[in-house]
């Protein structure tokens, strides 16, 4: 008898899914019924939180949404907080869980991981969450995420499944298909784009803001800077847009003030797939950006359109299929409106923002460039750390989706190791580096062992300063005695290799480039230890 559990996996296989991430238990062994002849890669994590940040660097690095199984109770309160990270970058992750059995639920009664309402618990952390009460919703529920996914603003879905109702019948259930039903953003509306060409082709010192939701428009978004001659300024999540080196390509944070003046001296920005959020453009947290130029805001959440600024042209669709339609329109695609212009209002910019770096941060950054000058092809995936902190200031990143971390939005710690195991599954062709600190990598230090089952090509540069760094830093800075964040912290090195890890160590300030390429070279994952001075 084929079981809603097997029917399930059926479908993760037609909507394209090749890896699931998880860690089987009592409550999801019905779950697992159909994965061993299904040809899903099933990854088995340490800890819930970790399988959770897995997918979300799956899905950071690919473009696809992490899958996870979890079990009921504790498996979705551990994955709370992966889900969340997720939800606040949107980024498109699936977790389907059990919960207890449609008799049993809300009872009270004390069954085994029972919470008191699951399906609500999650809601606070995703796009939305479904009991599926019976064989027959399974299908509509699937369908529902996978549209948030490619037809909305991607962010986490729950979908959770009664004990009785996964080990029931699948027999009354449609065959599955092999094109499910999907759902795809369209352009803003013509009007709406004719607008954009006008003002567009009437400024004369133009600005494009890019974020996450212009990773998958890179080649359009660089027609739109190269035919208007506007610098491009990368959000975090936007970095590699515009690669490394690219004259109109600005790295620096929007926070600074050379991004700022920038702003302040353009007559149009155009803001494309940006929250245009405070850990972007108000990292000091001091309340003191505002728009100054008029605003066009593309993007494919309604609300956000309103948020954060609001825009003097609001165009409500997919950045890259706007632009498609832009460039349909545009009389002149080819062209360089105004390019040396651009290139010379990039050029002032990213003076100033290295003039505004202290020494330490100029090190940092020196460190991520030597890194990605190593190993160009490398992602680079980061906790929240010292030198990742650098990196949102001003870290150039060589393509879309080689840039990412924790350390805004939620600001999770832990997310370095396990995401960068995610990304590695998710795209084996290239190596991952995870930058960590030794507070945030003990989070999912058991993580190790997932990356040396699953052969995931990832090289972690740790660095080790004793304790929480960043934090003892701000107590001090604020008149606060620092309490709590200096650790006993391990040897690094002899747990790497107990797990099948190479590993070495370094001081602070040796170049890293040898160490980074005898890394790549390794057959199995790699740790590099910088024991901060």
Partial sequence: MKTVGMYLVELLAAYGVDTVFGIPGVHTIELYRGVAASGLRHVSARHEQGLGFMADGYARATGRPGVCFVITGPGITNIATSMAQAYADSIPMLVISSTNATGDLGSGNGHLHELPDQH?????????????????????????????????????????????????????????????????????PHDGIEALRARAAAARRPLILAGGGALGAAGKVRWL???????????????????????????????????????????????LGTELG????????????????PLVRIDVDPQQLCRNAMPTLPLLGD??????????????????AGGDAGRERAAICAEAARGELDDEMRRDLALLDGVRD?????????????IVYAGNVGFAAARPRSWFNASVGFGSLGYGLPAAVGASLGDASRPVVCVAGDGGLQYTLAELGTAVQHRARVIVVLLNNGGYGEIKRAMTARGVEPVGVDLHTPDFVAIARAYGWGAQRIEEGEPIGDALRQAARHDAPYLIEIRAA
């Fill in 374 to 386: 190593a190993l160009p092809d490398a992602t680079i995936v980061g906790d929240s750390t010292r």
């Fill in 319 to 336: 950045v890259g299929e706007s632009l498609r339609a832009l460039r349909r329109i545009w009389a002149d695609a080819g062209g360089d």
């Fill in 225 to 271: 800077a190269e035919t208007l001659g506007a610098p491009v300024v990368m959000t975090i999540n936007g970095r590699g847009i515009l690669p490394a080196g690219h004259p109109l390509g600005i790295s620096w944070s929007a926070s600074g003030d050379a991004v700022r003046a920038l702003m302040r001296d353009s007559d149009l920005i155009v803001a």
């Fill in 120 to 188: 609500a618990f999650a809601g606070n952390v995703a796009a939305f969450s479904q009991t599926v009460l019976q064989p027959d919703a399974l299908p509509q529920a699937m369908a529902r995420a996978f549209s948030v996914f490619s037809g909305a603003r991607p962010r986490p879905v729950h979908i959770e499944i009664p004990l009785d109702v996964l080990a029931a019948s699948a027999q009354s259930l449609p065959p599955v298909g092999s094109a499910p039903p999907r759902i795809a953003v369209g352009p803003a």
């Fill in 278 to 293: 405070p850990t972007d453009y108000d990292l000091y947290a001091n309340r003191s950006f505002s728009m100054p130029a």
